[in-house]
């Protein structure tokens, strides 16, 4: 093994054991470097490693700390891996998609609050009767960020959240193409905001899985 990456495998299971917790100061580069038998140069490589996935985060002349490994911030390196998508792999995506979309949807019609599917309405509303296509997408993004958001799970909302790059050229060019793309959405959209509103888990599923698949559908014929 490389000394790098047994110097990574040695403080993430300072981390894992419990040893180190989420917020702890990590002991001075010096006495870290000789407690775990490593040379400074390479416990040095793992820390900015570690540092590059949220798992420590180093602040100049206060030292290195363990993050808060909240989800969002562990997943977030899934984003920039993501944005390394080619376009042939997009439709595996969708399929990803499909599978955790509709699980979300059907998890915010039961936990949303009263509040959030009034803000989820007035996403709704704010678009205008003509939009553009930039204003369509950019809406549809909001819309499905709150019901992930609304899902109360933060794993899964963050495995949407960055799932939705590789697919925004996608619905784009689906709205600039497809006939009647606009109005679908606009119609789809409505009804997963009833089912939700409704606290009616299933039928929201049921209309989340229609809405990713009828673009999925749309893509692979279009291919």
């Known amino acids: ?15 894992v054991s419990g040893e180190m917790r989420p917020g702890d100061r990590l ?11 490593l040379s400074r140069n390479s416990l040095r490589e793992a820390v900015k490693a570690l540092s590059l996935i949220r798992v ?24 920039f891996v993501v944005d390394f998508h080619r376009d042939d792999t997009v439709l595996e995506f969708f399929e990803v998609r499909r599978i955790l979309e509709p699980s979300a949807t059907a998890l915010a019609a039961q936990r949303m ?22 204003a369509l997408v950019a809406n549809d993004l909001e819309f499905h960020r709150r019901i992930a958001a609304g899902s109360g799970n933060n794993v899964l909302c963050s495995l949407i959240d960055s ?14 193409t497809q006939e009647g793309a606009v109005a679908k959405t606009r119609e789809q959209h409505a009804a997963i905001l009833e089912a939700i509103a ?12 229609v809405h990713v698949a009828g673009v999925e559908d749309w893509l692979r014929r279009a291919l």
């Open 1 to 15: 093994m490389a000394v790098t990456d047994e110097a990574i495998e040695k403080i993430k299971g300072m981390i």
């Open 27 to 37: 002991p001075r580069e010096a006495d870290l470097a000789e407690r775990l038998g």
């Open 56 to 79: 420590l985060d180093v602040r100049q002349g206060d030292g290195t700390y363990v993050t808060s490994l909240a989800p969002g911030l562990l997943l977030d390196a899934l984003s």
């Open 113 to 134: 609050t009263d509040a959030e599917v009034d803000g989820l309405r007035t996403v709704l509303a704010e678009l205008g009767e003509d939009p553009t296509i930039d």
């Open 163 to 176: 799932l939705s790059g590789p697919t925004t050229r996608a619905r784009i060019w689906r709205g600039l």
């Open 198 to 209: 409704s606290r009616q888990p299933e039928l929201a599923r049921s209309w989340a899985t």
